[in-house]
Antibody
Framework: EVHLVESGGGLVQPGGSLRLSCAASGFTFSGYWMSWVRQAPGKGLEWVANIEDDGRTKNYVDSVKGRFTISRDNAKHSLYLQMNSLRVEDTAVYYC?????????????WGQGTLVTVSS | SYDLTQPPSMSVSPGQTATIACSGDRLGQRNVCWYQQKPGQSPVMLIYQNNKRPSGIPERFSGYNSGNTATLTISGTQAMDEADYYCQSWDGSVGFGGGTKLTVL
């Protein structure tokens, strides 16, 4: 059974940094693209970033380019999101998701999410 | 991101058919995915590639995409279908619709 478990969220001041992790199990992690999607409180879904199965290609939404870095460790079956220069508007639940093959960024499995709160 | 528009809310009576629309520029030329999210839970994929259902998704959920509008249809709506529904597509960048809150009453 596929499981994705996020961790690393918390309260951080504007301008601060946080690193999110996503532990994957139940599938061949190294064979799938992975994504991060966020959801601000009471708002809709926003795709944040994704990474190729071997880690070579990474894509980001414009609002986080230069501040966030997605990475993965296939040996540890883990996905990461390093978030720097955090802003109040980055406050959200962050989900990791497994992408279906085909390059359309469809997420067939999601984690439970981890809450990031950026506030002074 | 790819801009997709959904009605913010809609309501349906139990047993009736609910149709949720998602519009975007030349959306019919793209592939669309639909997710269901219940309060306090993570999203669940309902439909991918316009009209395909992942295993375990009931047959009462179906999708269609043509022109500038994709639709998610829920036939014989049940109380358990009360949730937020999001469309998603890709046009060089990933876009989600704003979500539609479906009330079953």
């Amino acid at each position: 059974e596929v499981h994705l478990v996020e961790s690393g969220g918390g309260l951080v001041q504007p301008g601060g940094s946080l690193r999110l992790s996503c532990a994957a199990s139940g599938f061949t992690f190294s064979g799938y693209w992975m994504s991060w999607v966020r959801q601000a409180p009471g708002k809709g879904l926003e795709w944040v970033a994704n990474i190729e199965d071997d880690g070579r290609t990474k894509n980001y939404v414009d609002s986080v380019k230069g501040r966030f870095t997605i990475s993965r460790d296939n040996a540890k079956h883990s996905l990461y999101l390093q978030m720097n220069s955090l802003r109040v508007e980055d406050t959200a639940v962050y989900y990791c998701g497994r992408e279906t093959p085909g390059g359309q960024v469809w997420l067939d499995y999601w984690g439970q999410g981890t809450l990031v709160t950026v506030s002074s | 991101s790819y801009d997709l528009t959904q009605p913010p809310s809609m309501s349906v009576s139990p047993g009736q058919t609910a149709t949720i629309a998602c519009s975007g520029d030349r959306l019919g030329q793209r592939n669309v995915c639909w997710y269901q999210q219940k309060p306090g839970q993570s999203p669940v994929m309902l439909i991918y590639q316009n009209n395909k259902r992942p295993s375990g998704i009931p047959e009462r959920f179906s999708g269609y995409n043509s022109g500038n509008t994709a639709t998610l249809t829920i036939s014989g709506t049940q109380a358990m279908d009360e949730a937020d529904y999001y469309c998603q597509s890709w046009d060089g960048s990933v876009g989600f619709g704003g979500g539609t809150k479906l009330t079953v009453l």
